[in-house]
Structure formats: C-alpha cells, structure tokens
C-alpha cells in the first residue's frame, strides 16, 4: 500500500488528471498526497563586471500559475477528505524533471503521479519529455496519467475535484 504519494502539477489538464488519479489512490490506501509544482524562471544575464550571473527575478505568470494550481490541489485534498500538503519549487535553469527528481528524493514517496501529453515522434524529440526524463532519473515508481491535447474536458476519467 502506499502511504506518501508525490503528485506534480502544473495547471494543465493532464496535470489535473493525475492529481484525480492520485487523490483516488490516496482515498483507497489511506496515504497522503504532496501536490508539487515547479516554477521555472527564466535565466537572465546581469552584467557584474566580467563575469555575467544569472538574474533572481521570478517570472510574475510562473508564480501565478503556480499558487493556482496549488490552490486547485488544496480545494481537492479537501474536498476529498485526502490528507495533502502543497509546495512550489524555484527551478533556475535546472531541469523540471531534476527538480522533481530531487523533491522526490527529500518526500521519499512511494509513488510519484504526473500528467503527461503523449507526444511522440517529432515532436517528443522537438519538446522533450519531462516525464520520460523523470522515470530516468529515480527508482521511485511513477503513475503517469496520459492526456491528449485534442480531449474534452469531460472525458478521460477526472473526477471534477
């Protein structure tokens, strides 16, 4: 049975389908749920001399986008009776799947969740995978929950929490 799972969220519909999904496995394992989101910032360069270092200015949409879609996982914790912490994570240009990798490490779940889109071809190789780059790097078992760019809202098995 698990007892800590780590969801990643976003804000994105897959992003949401996987905190359903491990808000129900939660539900049925009596486990506790950490939503994470990790905020990107965007490197800026800061002439210091000779030497450039990266800027600390936070992106204002990143951070809001971030404290909503924590806020969604906190309305669904409670709405579903499941015991959930929230917490957003500077990544400055670090990988979104190291970032995840290392939360992963200091929560010590047993399983992590995460949307992804399913991209393939092409564009998997054009954008990435974070996911793909997530399963690398722990051995932590991870639920990835698939979600397509062109599917409804009402479809896909979300509960609406």
Known sequence: MYKRILAAVDGSRGARLALDEAVKIAQASKAEVFA??????????VDVGAVYAPGGGADAAAVDAATEA????KACFAASGVAGTTRAVDAYGEPVASVLARVADE???????MGTHGRHGVRRVLLGSVAESLLRATS????LVRHQ?????????????
């Open 70 to 73: 924590l806020e969604e996982a």
């Open 107 to 113: 929560y010590e779940p047993d399983l992590i969740v």
């Open 36 to 45: 994470v989101c990790v905020v990107e910032h965007v490197a800026q360069l």
């Open 149 to 161: 760019a062109g599917e409804e809202a009402g479809k896909g098995g979300g509960s609406g929490h």
């Open 140 to 143: 932590i078992p991870v639920l």
